[in-house]
């Protein structure tokens, strides 16, 4: 790392040794790098994640499943990243963009996957009739602030967290470029937190979930360890918002679900029935 301008060349070719702290888990090409299996538990549903804001908008969805009376049980398998689990070939099979989360459907004859947190959520929302509005423009509206948060957070972690919290060099560009693109849309959900109770409106959705690990974990100060440096203050709606998301149990519950990092107390690595939260 030097202060002399870069200058790209003609043709980029990737250099695993530079990329900071999570280089080693990236590479420019897809497909399994070795044979490794997937475990399989006891229940409907094998969910396969890491506790990161992304994994945790689907362990919040199931608890809150399962507080609402569905039959929605779940063993919630760690993948660690840091390690290259995503690359072996049973996730990958499950997931061909060796991203978490990703789950697999037992319930029926066959076996159906699904991946991408989004899709996760509506597919599990639609098969139980819960927390997604079945028509009109209620639907509308959260499924609109679901795909907002899809499309915007990525602005967050792979923009702001990575070149604010994991980049090799600070590059004050970047991080001024990310910071304000980050602090716009905490303002476009503050704005919209000063009208209605939950995102999408008087009732609690699978929005919320989706939204609540990467917005409301920048309102509680736990992202990034950068509430102060975004002045997380101005945004008192989004802060109301998210002490009250947090207050319910289930999500308490989902937020520490294949948690790796952080107080040992909030860390459930893997989840196989509900009684593995008693012994935190």
């Not at 907002?148 to 060099?169: E, I, L």
């Not at 294949?258 to 009684?275: I, K, V």
Request: proline content about 7%.
């Amino acid at each position: 790392m030097t202060d002399t301008p870069y200058v790209p060349p003609k043709v980029w070719t990737w250099d695993q040794d530079n990329g900071g702290k999570w280089a080693s888990t990236n590479r420019p090409i897809a497909g399994p790098t070795h044979d490794a299996e997937l475990p399989v538990g006891k229940h409907p549903f094998q969910l396969y994640s890491l506790g990161t804001p992304n994994g945790q908008k689907v362990t919040i969805l199931f608890e809150e499943l399962l507080a609402a009376g569905h039959e929605a049980e779940y063993d919630a398998w760690l993948i660690d990243i840091g390690k290259g689990d995503q690359f072996g070939s049973g996730f990958v099979a499950v997931n061909p963009n060796s991203k978490i989360p990703a789950l697999l459907d037992r319930s029926g004859p066959e076996p159906i996957r699904v991946f991408e947190s989004g899709a996760i959520l509506m597919y599990l929302a639609e098969k139980f009739g819960a927390f997604l509005p079945t028509s009109g423009a209620a639907r509308a509206e959260t499924l609109s602030w679901l795909f907002w948060q899809m499309g915007s957070a990525p602005f967050v972690g792979g923009g702001f967290g990575h070149f604010y919290a994991y980049a090799p060099v600070k590059i004050e560009y970047a991080i001024n470029r990310y910071a304000m693109e980050t602090k716009r849309q905490l303002d476009v959900l503050n704005r919209r937190l000063a009208d209605t109770e939950y995102v999408a409106g008087p009732e609690y959705t699978i929005a919320d979930m989706a939204i609540w690990p990467w917005y409301g974990g920048l309102a509680k100060g736990w992202n990034y360890g950068a509430g102060e440096f975004l002045s997380v203050q101005e945004y008192p709606n989004v802060i109301r918002w998210a002490d009250q998301v947090f207050a319910r149990p289930a999500v308490k519950r989902g937020r520490i679900v294949n948690r790796t990092t952080g107080d040992p107390s909030e860390q459930l690595r893997e989840r196989h029935d509900a009684h593995d939260f008693d012994r935190l």
